[in-house]
């Protein structure tokens, strides 16, 4: 998660911006519904929404591994920035990554599925031991969701970007 916080706070020096909200997901989701699964997104593009302002991610795997869903954001106009393609991809480039991505997911699923037999067989245990283990597990998971504003602004940092 540093790397992504570092990606962002880089985009944003360079681009002369600062960050005006911080939104921390470390839920996962896939689908249709995958905003019910993920409601700091939601609110980060509500925020987003409300200041005018787009959504800013450090890879674009961290905003969703499903192209239906990465395309149905650019159709409904949903400003969004991946730092590691910068501010103006092109639309066609998006949807080549949100492919590479969603194959990505698969991929990860199929070798998880293998890996579990056979560290089983191993004489792994499986499964979380206890539930400081688990947290240790999901902090690793979470993904920071950050929200940009073209606007000057005063004093006041927030932590969604905006012009210095």
């Known amino acids: 998660?540093?790397?992504?916080?570092?990606?962002?706070?880089?985009?944003?020096?360079?681009?002369?911006?600062?960050?005006?909200?911080?939104?921390?997901?470390?839920?996962?989701?896939?689908?249709?519904?995958?905003?019910?699964?993920?409601?700091?997104?939601?609110?980060?593009?509500?925020?987003?929404k409300q200041i005018k302002a787009p959504i800013v991610v450090a890879k674009l795997d961290r905003l969703s591994r499903?192209?239906?869903?990465?395309?149905?954001?650019?159709?409904?106009?949903v400003p969004f920035i991946v730092t590691a393609l910068g501010r103006n991809v092109d639309p066609f480039m998006l949807h080549i990554y949100a492919a590479l991505a969603e194959k990505e997911r698969a991929l990860i699923s199929e070798r998880t599925r293998v890996a579990l037999p056979a560290a089983k067989e191993r004489g792994v245990r499986l499964g979380n031991q206890n539930r400081r283990m688990r947290t240790r597990s999901l902090l690793r998971l979470v993904t920071p969701i950050y929200s940009l504003s073209w606007k000057r602004c005063g004093t006041s940092h927030i932590a969604m970007l905006r012009r210095s």
Do not use: Y
């Open 1 to 48: 998660m540093e790397a992504q916080r570092k990606a962002v706070a880089q985009f944003a020096a360079t681009e002369a911006l600062k960050i005006a909200a911080e939104f921390v997901e470390v839920e996962t989701g896939k689908g249709a519904d995958a905003l019910d699964k993920r409601p700091q997104l939601a609110a980060a593009l509500k925020k987003a």
């Open 66 to 77: 499903d192209v239906h869903f990465i395309s149905g954001l650019m159709t409904k106009r």
